[in-house]
């Protein structure tokens, strides 16, 4: 068990918002949480944990928690929506198994769908956060988690916003849950946004579904982010452990245009980057979260979901799709999906999303060589220093 603090968390958000590969919320929103609870709670220590903690009782209950929609429609008293959704299934599931929630863990990694987890363990001081996620990326759905890919029960759920009015859904299945979920975002009550529990499952269960040690590895990310924003070296076992995850540099170019459109719950948009030496165009395609880049002069595509698809700035800032500008200059970086995400039916669950947002080419990204993600960002760094300085 760890014992996380404010500076901590700081580093979560940097390295969920690179991971989120564009989605799970925008970077403000992790830190108007952060901003929210030094206020509310000036002295935390939040307790992160592994599913297999001995501490654990793993017969007692742990629960997705997190926001739905587009992550351009957060609420401003979201905090409110994340408790009241928490509360309403931890009541029903004592009432209806006999047994008390214990635990609380993210569906997916980004800045707003990591922190809800910790929000809620600093109003609830009883609750630990697991470390590990369903995803180690953001997913626009639900079944495209290892949490639905290993059959855990998804309902009931529940789905509240901050006022808080509930809604109560049992169903069969993430994708059924999903679909049913979406037309509940986009009424006037929620106005495309609002908190959800569901997958409420003993804690051994999780063990076995979810992806372990996701949130220490975001830190470990944003802390490198971190000291390199600041020309700080850092530390060998930081590097080592940001290594783990296995990178490459697709394409770099200055934003050309940004195109969103709010519909069902979700932000449906597109990036064009153009790389004024080659005069490469590079198209990323987004539902929430990044999902497919192309180039103006491949047949085949760059990178493709499950893989990740993040971008960062040469001065290392971290930007998601909410927060994409056109001023910016942005380096286009894909990271290998863990194995646990490319199971063949979440691949074709992104297949069929890609398909749906228009494209019909190739689904297969030609082989290139990956080095560890901290060897790459120190490769960028030499690069920004040489030509940018």
Same mark, same amino acid.
């Given at each position: ?5 404010? /500076? ?8 969920? @918002? ?29 307790? $992160?944990? /592994? ?6 009782? &793993? ?30 299934? @931890? ?8 047994? =008390? ?55 009931? @759920? ?22 049913? $979920?979406? &037309? ?17 499952? &003993? ?29 700080? /070296? ?17 394409? =770099? ?20 980057? @153009?790389?004024? /030496? ?94 560890? $993600? ?11 220093? =040489?030509?940018?300085?």
């Amino acid at each position: 068990m760890r014992k996380l603090g404010f /500076e901590d968390l700081e580093q979560i958000i940097l390295g969920t @918002a690179f991971l989120g590969s564009g989605g799970g919320g925008m970077t403000k929103t992790g830190y108007a949480f952060l901003d929210q609870m030094k206020k509310q709670y000036p002295s935390v220590s939040l307790p $992160l944990v /592994e599913a297999s903690d001995e501490s654990l009782d &793993p017969s007692s209950l742990a629960m997705v928690i997190c926001d739905i929609g587009a992550i351009s429609a957060i609420e401003s008293n979201q905090g409110i929506a994340i408790k009241a959704a928490y509360d309403f299934l @931890a009541d029903h599931q004592e009432k209806y198994t006999g047994k =008390k929630t214990t635990a609380v863990l993210p569906i997916e990694l980004g800045p707003e769908s990591t922190m809800v987890p910790f929000v809620l363990a600093a109003a609830c001081p009883e609750l630990v956060v697991l470390d590990g996620d369903g995803a180690r990326r953001a997913v626009p759905q639900i079944e495209l988690t290892t949490f639905a890919s290993n059959n855990l029960d998804v309902a009931p @759920a529940v789905i509240t916003n901050d006022q808080p009015q509930s809604v109560l859904v049992n169903c069969e299945g993430a994708g059924v849950l999903d679909a049913m $979920l979406r &037309p509940i975002v986009e009424i006037e009550n929620f106005g495309d946004s609002a908190s959800l529990g569901m997958f409420s499952n &003993p804690i051994s269960a999780f063990e076995k579904a979810m992806i372990p040690g996701t949130i220490t590895l975001s830190q470990m990310v944003g802390k490198m982010v971190q000291n390199l924003q600041n020309g700080v /070296e850092t530390d060998p076992q930081t590097l080592q452990q940001v290594n783990i995850l296995q990178a490459e540099l697709i394409g =770099k170019g200055k934003v050309l245009n940004t195109l969103d459109n709010v519909d069902g719950g979700f932000d449906h948009g597109k990036t064009l980057i @153009a790389d004024t /030496e080659t005069h490469k165009l590079y198209t990323i395609l987004n539902q929430n979260e990044n999902l497919i880049v192309f180039s103006s002069d491949e047949t085949a595509p760059l990178a493709i979901a499950p893989d990740l698809i993040c971008v960062i700035t040469k001065e290392f800032k971290v930007v998601t799709n909410g927060e994409i500008s056109s001023v910016d200059e942005l380096f286009i970086i894909r990271v290998q999906a863990p194995e646990q995400m490319q199971n063949q039916g979440i691949v074709k669950g992104f297949q069929e999303l890609i398909n749906e947002m228009g494209y019909a080419g190739s689904m297969t990204v030609p082989p290139q060589k990956l080095i560890g $993600l901290g060897d790459l960002f120190n490769q960028l760094a030499d690069l920004i220093k =040489k030509n940018y300085s």
